[in-house]
């Protein structure tokens, strides 16, 4: 492994759905230092970030000039969707595609929108214990970064149920194992997600020592899905400051 220990660099906040959350965030980033934004580009969902709001979005992202990227959440849509998502609302400042599925054609997928899109990164969402294998053979052969150069600095690795967003824990300890256990990362990122709060996070990133990213959603909320609660907003950005 080949991690420094619990140093964090990526602090994902997902599920963003209102305008003024995500002006909050950018006018106290100095403090928050969230490094992404996470929003739901699967439509029907609680989360579903409104696509009519895109160019209000990029307004806010040029208006602080801040060098924050944006991940544009994906789950069982073709490049197709993808594609006409973005090219539907030119404004959206999506940096990042974020995979949230298994569909064995991920990486296929993945070429296909590098192609159109040469500068955008990804995350690809993975679960314990079955897609060890698959992360092994990404990290340690050259079967995926045979296919597309510098991966380690385009794909990022995230541990998460297999929906997401339904607050469900990871197994901390069998991930620790698992990536003790890899010779070397090879600087792939490794984010977590799952279940994390103010209250845990602190525990998440003493028992995985390869992590390098923390992802939180729901966690962040109160009441009303889909709405940040801005203690909350505080007390995770302290716990895990970078």
């Known amino acids: 492994m080949n991690k420094d220990n619990n140093k964090i660099s ?14 909050y965030i950018l006018n106290h980033n100095h403090i928050l ?20 709001n895109s160019n209000q979005f990029r307004e806010l992202i ?28 030119p404004a959206l400042p999506v940096t990042h595609i974020q995979v949230h599925d298994s569909n064995p054609e991920w990486f296929n997928m993945i070429l296909k929108i ?6 955008m990164q990804f995350i690809k969402r993975f679960v ?11 990290i340690q052969t ?3 970064t045979g296919q597309l150069s510098d991966l380690n600095k385009k ?22 194992q698992f990536l003790e256990s890899c ?21 998440c990133i003493s028992t995985i020592k390869g992590i390098n990213g923390v992802d939180v959603s729901g966690g962040l909320e109160g009441d009303v899905v889909g709405k940040k609660d801005i203690t909350k907003l505080h007390e995770f950005a302290k716990s895990t400051e970078l």
């Open 10 to 23: 990526i602090k994902k906040c997902c599920g963003l759905k209102q305008i003024d959350d995500i002006e």
């Open 33 to 52: 230092k969230y490094t992404h934004l996470g929003i739901i580009l699967v439509p029907n969902k609680d989360r579903s970030f409104p696509l009519s």
């Open 62 to 89: 040029n208006k602080h000039e801040q060098d924050i990227n944006v991940v544009g959440v994906v789950q069982k849509q073709t490049f197709e969707d993808i594609d006409n998502i973005l090219q539907s609302h």
């Open 114 to 119: 590098h192609q159109k899109y040469p500068d």
């Open 128 to 138: 314990y214990p079955k897609d060890c294998e698959t992360i092994k053979s990404i």
């Open 142 to 144: 050259d079967t995926y």
């Open 155 to 176: 794909l990022s690795i995230l541990f998460d149920s297999e929906s997401g967003g339904n607050g469900e824990v990871q197994d901390w300890s069998g991930i620790n």
């Open 183 to 203: 010779d070397n990362l090879n600087n792939f990122n490794i984010i977590i997600a799952g279940g994390l709060n103010p209250s845990n996070v602190f525990q």
